[in-house]
């Protein structure tokens, strides 16, 4: 099974990011919050070892790979790399409660500039904008295992999809 590119690349991506979430981790747990190096980290270690495994794919394939293989290998070194990922972080996650509410208190943090920013180009009067931000406060953004599954799904197709079909792309032969 570990002959396969996309198998092998797959695995590999799950320990790189395994890696460096635990670099952050005792650097600093707040990085692990932080929008721009998460979707840095998405988008860069991944587009590596997507790409690694296509062009092996297409060596194994004798220099000939079409368009839909390579989307195929892309994709599933995406999927097998995040889900790994994605459940080291949660068994992180919900076996550390300092670490939940440090990220759950990042969000609201974060919902409350993104309101703010929204408020600064509209005509939304003040008393909504009280009312809006009270509400925020009143019901704050929670960590669930549901909203990591759904953050799972959401990442097979931006980044994950989107990178595997632009490299299937710039790299198929045949």
């Given at each position: ?106 969000s609201m943090e ?39 599954v759904i953050g ?23």
């Amino acid at each position: 099974m570990l002959e396969k590119p996309a198998v092998k690349n797959g695995l590999l991506l799950a320990a790189v990011w395994i890696v460096v979430y635990a670099v952050m981790y005792f650097i600093n747990p707040e990085l692990l919050f932080n929008t721009g190096i998460s979707f840095a980290i998405s988008l860069l270690i991944p587009i590596y070892f997507i790409r690694k495994a296509i062009l092996e794919e297409r060596e194994i394939n004798e220099g000939v790979l079409s368009l839909g293989e390579g989307f195929v290998s892309g994709i599933l070194v995406y999927f097998i790399g995040a889900l790994l990922y994605f459940a080291v972080q949660g068994i992180h996650m919900f076996n550390d409660e300092k670490f939940k509410a440090d990220g759950e208190r990042i969000s609201m943090e974060m919902a409350e500039k993104t309101m703010q920013k929204v408020f600064q180009y509209t005509n939304i009067p003040e008393e909504e904008q009280e009312k809006a931000i009270a509400e925020l406060k009143a019901n704050p953004p929670t960590i669930s295992p549901f909203q990591m599954v759904i953050g799972f799904l959401i990442s097979l197709i931006f980044p994950g999809a989107i990178i595997a079909i632009i490299a299937a792309a710039a790299l198929k032969k045949g």
